[in-house]
């Protein structure tokens, strides 16, 4: 875990920020002899995970990492690891002993022990940072094969749990920030054709996320018979081909809807400034109209937090790590207006 | 016109004012020899109207009266007139020649010529002043009876187009400030008494004006058998009363619902404050909730302005006037927001 309770890519800075929020890369590896997951006998389970942290042991100290079983993280800062994408719902959910996650002291990098794969390890930064992502993931995947053998086949590359990943087994993907291809209805036709390329969009959280406050994770669909680096590459520059439209989207707000663009997010400011009761899905979406206000330059820089930090501190279980304590919905909603007050800038 | 633009009744400052926010009595009068307004003759009126003036004319100077013949005021100052109370929708509509309307230079005072009857005149102050206000306008009646006679009949009292007006032709009103009553659904009982009294509760501008900006203006019904004195004290006792009970009814609000309350009133200063587009509807529903919040001392005093003046100032015509020229709908969104908030308080 990090000093701050935040991780880099919510409070560090990066390239083209003002429409990629984050940029993460991730590795499914699988461990030879061992069985996938789905069928793996408990006593082979133990046996994986020491293995794993013996392998984190002998990495070079820089790095930072270490390795926690999820039997000994708490509900409320397993679901801090979900909230800050360090781990997936599916693998904190009824934590058995020998599952774990990897994380690093800035929490940029972190590898989930027996999710669908025996190691999912990934790198998240903040802004456009594809190919720096992608050199970290590789020089840690070539670490770690110091002392563990991946499952790889010549033809059909890593082996994995499921076909999809096969190849590299790489995803990459950008966390993006769309209020105006939204608001001019020019997501659905964009997102449509990167559909086209097999390129993916999904909200936030995954699927069902349906991009609240404007957010959307863009990743490569495709992991099979194209190199890591063409895949990190095409998705980076779909990135910016999605940022460019973003920013002309942007612009044509500006141009044909400026007082009904000013109304909105000096309303989204003035409630978030002045509220005390704040649901997460009521504060995300004003802080999205806050960004876009910032982004316009409506409105002066709302924050000296960034944007994915302000979000972040809106989540529930952030929130009450924050608070130090468990609290209930209603006691979340109060302090969540108080947290972001605390952070705004009053004009 | 008073040279500020606005009326001694917002601007001043009363008894009371916490939840009166204005007294107003009003006399009907109609003068012997000629046929009540609705079967008048034109020649008549003609008459009649300069009787008005000539009478206006000998009344000592200190008075201030000036009298405003209805062709001669443009559509948006007959319309500011309504606004201010000055006069009737009903007086205003179609001008015809003979039709004035008399005010001094507080806009403390109107008589409306040619109303529903010949003469309509009514002294409006802030707070809870009724007293005061029947004192006012009885002088006025004995200074304009030195020149005019009214229609008066031993049994029946002062003679009036309608019979509902017999006997005190008076009128007296309070306008109230009752967000408290509405919130905790205590109005309807309150209202229902009330009615039982033979008191009339409306919104702000009359039958159909629902209680914008939770403001209602409550006024005596029955004006034969009882004197002006008994009517006008009888009134302000029911006042008092109703004030009395809004102020439990917030005191309740406190108590029971703190944070809902100091959630509700922080979202209406916030977005009086940084909105760029305000209709006519949502200003005094949120000026209304404001003004409870400070009531509340949730908010501190959040204007120099008291709640009437900034009410009064988010009014279309009143909002055109300051502004100097016509505005089209959008226009005034725009520029009530902008008034508004150079008379807000920031904290």
Redesign the interface.
Known sequence: MSDSGLSLWMTGTGPDQDVVLASRVRLARNIQGYSFPNSLPAEQGEKLTAAVEDAIGHIEPSWNLSLSRLTDVSALDRQVLVEKHLASPLLVADPIRFEGVVTDDRESISIMVLEEDHLRMQVLLPGLQLDEAWGVVNRLDDSLENRLTWAFDKKLGYLTTYPTNLGTAMRASVMMHLPALVLTRQAGPVFGALAQMGVVVRGLYGEGSEGEGHIFQISNQVSLGRSEEELVHGLSMVAQQVAGRERQARELLGRNSE??I??RV??A?????????LTSEEAIRLLSDVKLGQDLTYLPPFSSATFSEMVSMTRPGILQQMAGQDLDA?QRD?LR?EVIQRHLTRT
Chains 1, 2 share one sequence.
């Open positions: 007082s009904a000013r109304d000096g309303r400011f003035g409630i978030l400034a002045y509220a005390r009761i209603a109060m207006a």
